[in-house]
């Protein structure tokens, strides 16, 4: 089984950008991201890409990532700097301490290129680029609707918008994750979900790179995991930090995708995981699984801006240790 070294990216700002910012921006909430920064702001946030990709390479990463480090507002980012979106106050990012302006939707959602913007940037940096975006079923729960009127409209619309910002992507992405934490955290009902399918595959089908399903802060529900099989998706995605058991007996008893991503590294604790106890848990997962398994990404199970740069660092060489063949025997 290949194994690939990756992240879900959305990195801690490096020390000398998040000074800088700090000084440019302020700490208000109308001082942050908007979508047109002045070239100060710009100047500041292609230094932390360039660092951030930079320490990926260094670390010996397979996929390396743009490192969102404009996205002030999380996985909202893409709606929040919408010409179509109010921010409104903020709100909980999920069940932690962090916090993202609340995006109101206004009026029609179409294609920004805010996304393809710094991808384009830093695919002039790295030749392994791998891109991240919301899920449209996260994005959509993250977001309040005031312009498509119901549930399934306004999800089908984040579906199209998110299709449309991944159509703008440079040839040179090789991989899309689709960060999806709502699937878990807050599972679509059953009759939601063949809609969930369609809008994933809606993105899918809008790019030409290997796509990843990515569910963390717990697994799949059953039913909705073998919908999840059914999409277009090349690979499903298990947090094996918090739901290990779980996800186990879940590809046990229902198989999985030919290749997976694996949250093997906790993305919110510092305590830094030895490269052969990662192995260890990602062998014991492939064993489990009632279909074969071809190759693994190996990841974080979360985003990684709830570390310290330096903690950050140190998981991505874990994982790239990891994922050396000469380890995995």
Known sequence: MQRIASTLGLFPLPDAQRDRLADLKGHQKEDLIGGEEPPELTETYDAARERLID???????????????????????????????????????????????????????????????????????????????????????????????????????????LAGEAAAFPDAVETLYLLEPSLVTDAPESGEHERVRD???????????????????????????????????????????????AATDLVREHGTTDRVSLGVVDGQNTRVEEPAAVGDRVEAFREAASSGIDAAYLTPNTELFHLPVNKCVAKLRTLATAADPEVAR
């Open 199 to 245: 809008a994933i595959d809606a993105v899918v089908g809008a790019v030409d790179a290997e796509v990843v399903v990515q569910g963390y802060w717990g697994t799949f529900d059953e039913a909705l995991h073998g919908h999840l099989l059914d999409t277009d998706a090349d690979a499903l995605g298990y947090d094996l930090v918090t739901a290990e058991e």
């Open 55 to 161: 320490d990926q390479h260094d670390a010996g990463l397979d996929r390396v990532v743009e490192g969102q480090a404009r996205w002030d507002d999380f996985l909202a980012h893409p709606l929040c700097v919408h010409e179509s979106v109010r921010t409104e106050g903020i709100v909980r990012y999920y069940d932690n301490n962090n916090f993202y302006r609340e995006p109101v939707v206004t009026d029609e959602l179409t294609e920004s290129g805010d996304v393809a913007a710094d991808l384009r940037k830093a695919a002039g940096l790295t030749d392994d680029l791998q891109a991240v975006l919301p899920g449209p079923y996260s994005l959509s729960a993250l977001a309040t609707d005031e312009y498509y009127g119901d549930r399934a409209t306004f999800l089908d619309a984040v579906a199209e918008f």
